[in-house]
């Protein structure tokens, strides 16, 4: 069984449901994440260059291990079309032994 702090759930911003499900595809197909859940459309209100910004963004939660996570962080920083794309990455403090073991297994380089 793998300790769940090398697991790690990833928060992510997309400006559509397309660029979501393009750059999803692409994580899980290169092994970075184990999936990648695309939540759907929210409002976001953020600053951006001394301006107030309320726009549309679609959610979408990541899972990986702490090893992958430099080379998946270069990656969406590649794919993602914002100039300063959200990725803020948690532990995981707990959760079902065979889920993570399964997001380990997914993520494996060798």
């Given at each position: ?66 090893s992958r996570y430099a080379e998946l962080e270069a990656k969406l920083s590649e794919l ?31």
């Open positions: 069984m793998n300790e769940p702090t090398e697991i790690l759930g990833v928060y992510l911003t997309f400006p559509d449901d397309e660029t979501a499900d393009r750059i999803a595809r692409e994580l899980v197909d290169s092994r970075l994440v184990a999936c990648v859940n695309v939540l759907g459309t929210g409002r976001s209100v953020y600053r951006w260059q001394d301006e107030t910004v309320t726009g549309p963004e679609v959610f979408a939660w990541a899972k990986t291990t702490r993602h079309p914002f100039e300063v794309p959200c990725i803020v990455a948690y532990p995981v403090r707990a959760g079902l032994p065979a889920y993570l073991d399964w997001v380990v297994e997914e993520t494996a380089t060798g």
